[in-house]
């Protein structure tokens, strides 16, 4: 048998409270009832409430005042608010802040419950995903790796194993996948975990630098080297060494590497007697190497002494999936950093980070959310929040592919003023002075709205 869903209603008139209780019990809800905030914030510390349920118009705290507080301290639960008609306006607003719906005064019945049951389809959908995040913790128990979609526990049950090998691994990826925090990782689960982890990046060495920096030199070498160095490959002795972008390095550069992969053999610079040495190599790369082959820029056996155990790093937008997970990680990340209270985003603003793209993937979406938990000043992201660029195209793509019945409330009623705007304009042929008389809103907000509507 399911297990009832429970939810909390919040109203000050006796009989309503009555009403709406006895139609979503019999809907097969299990439903508190209180007579104010006050007395409702007592029930929400009882565990198991799924939804609030409330009237704006609320003696002593407010419905508004008492749904941004069970949005704040209850993460999971979603709420209604139940207004009259002259107040949707400040209701249509609220939406922004987290809440995930509201009703008019006189109730339709129909109306509460398709929107009661959507809310808590997704609230169900948040708590499923934050149990995931917690049995993947547990099992992987990779620090700061954020992901539980099928394309990432792949990742993961690879990065374990290989882990427990010597064997040279290749990470592939786009930029911003995650191949340098995927490195690490490997390095951190395997029994040279408290040997040193060297990063050498290179694309940021010229050529005879890059020579030198791996394998080190003797005195004398080369004009300037005044005494001996040793390069990363002996630094790193006992550990791994982690060689990012090696998809550009100079023919050179693949011999001696070559080499040491065969053989785990260096030499310095401008020596003759050549070491063993004790270092996997874990490399990355986010060009084509196969193509770099075909070109005769890469060597191909140095490919296949790279290409040992190859791990690909999806897309974020092949795992949007984990999008949710990441955008908290993110926000307690730099809420933290910045020394500011934010906590969440709004659901819109969720929605805007799910569908988009991600060209630049993990990265890219790290650096929008450190943007907006700057940007923002109350403790919930909102969509004025966020970098315009991701804004912009999320407006164009907003309705796409979808019916207008199937669009929530707000994409609705947004539709619904782009329409009556745009049939104003034409019949004043385009005046913006005449259409705002016509509609009685000011001139600025009809320039606003039809700037945003594209008009
Ligand atoms: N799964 C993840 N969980 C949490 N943070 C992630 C994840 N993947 C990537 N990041 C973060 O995204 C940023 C980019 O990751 P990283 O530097 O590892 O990517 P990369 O694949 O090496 O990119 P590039 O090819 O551009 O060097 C880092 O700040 C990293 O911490
Ligand atoms: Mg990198």
């Given amino acids: 048998m399911d297990i009832k869903e429970t939810l909390l209603i919040v109203d000050d008139e006796q009989n309503t409270l009555e009403g709406l209780k006895e139609i979503m019990t019999q809907e097969g809800y299990h439903v508190l009832t209180a007579l104010s905030a006050e007395e409702g914030l007592k029930l929400l510390n009882n565990d ?11 003696p002593g705290m407010d419905g508004m005042e008492f749904a941004r507080t069970v949005l704040r301290d209850y993460i999971g639960i979603q709420v209604i608010i139940i207004t009259a008609f002259g107040t949707v306006k400040s209701a249509v607003e609220s939406m922004k802040e987290g809440i995930y719906n509201y009703i008019t005064k006189p109730v339709h019945i129909d109306e509460l419950l398709v929107i009661a049951k959507k809310a808590l389809d997704e609230s169900r959908l948040r708590k499923d995903y934050i149990d995931l995040k917690s049995k993947v913790e547990a099992k992987y128990k990779f620090i700061n790796i954020i992901g539980a979609s099928g394309a990432m526990i792949k990742v993961f049950e690879k ?7 010597n064997s040279t691994v290749i990470l592939r990826g786009e930029s911003g996948t995650g191949k340098e ?23 940021s060495f010229p050529e005879t630098l890059l020579e030198s920096e791996l394998f080190g030199y003797e005195k004398g070498a080369f004009t300037g080297a005044y005494k001996t160095k040793i390069g990363c490959f002996e630094a790193a002795e006992g550990g791994t060494i982690f060689l990012d972008e090696i998809g ?57 002494r790279l290409n040992v155990i190859p791990i690909i790093l999806p897309q974020l937008k092949q795992r949007r999936s984990d999008i949710s997970m990441l955008i908290d990680h993110f926000i307690k990340k730099y809420a933290a950093e910045n020394d500011k209270n934010v906590k969440s985003c709004t659901p819109e603003v ?41 804004v912009t195209k999320y407006e164009k793509s907003k309705f796409a592919g979808l019916q207008e019945d199937e669009l929530d409330l707000s994409a609705q009623l947004e539709l619904a003023e782009k329409r009556i705007i745009k049939s104003t304009l034409e019949k004043v042929d385009y005046n913006k002075t005449k259409a705002a008389e016509l509609l009685s809103i000011n001139l600025r907000t009809l320039h606003n709205k039809a700037r945003k509507y594209n008009l």
Wanted: hydrophobic share 45%.
């Fill in 181 to 203: 925090l995927i490195a690490r990782a490997i390095h951190e689960k395997s029994a040279r975990a408290d040997k040193p982890f060297m990063t050498i990046d290179c694309t």
């Fill in 48 to 58: 198991g409430i799924d939804l609030v349920i409330t009237d704006l118009m609320l």
């Fill in 248 to 304: 550009n390095i100079s023919p050179d550069v693949q011999v001696r590497l070559l080499r040491v992969l065969q053989e785990r053999i260096i030499s310095r610079l401008g020596s003759t007697k050549p070491q063993k040495v004790d270092v996997r190599v874990i490399a990355a790369t986010n060009t084509n190497l196969e193509n770099a082959i075909k070109k005769g820029t890469f060597r191909k056996d140095l490919y296949y």
């Fill in 350 to 390: 969720e929605k805007l980070f799910i569908y988009h793209d991600w060209p630049g993937n993990v990265r890219e979406l790290e650096n929008a959310i450190e943007n907006a938990v700057v940007m923002c000043d109350e403790s919930v992201i909102v969509v004025d929040d966020l970098p315009k660029y991701l």
């Fill in 159 to 165: 990065v374990l194993k290989v882990a427990k090998t």
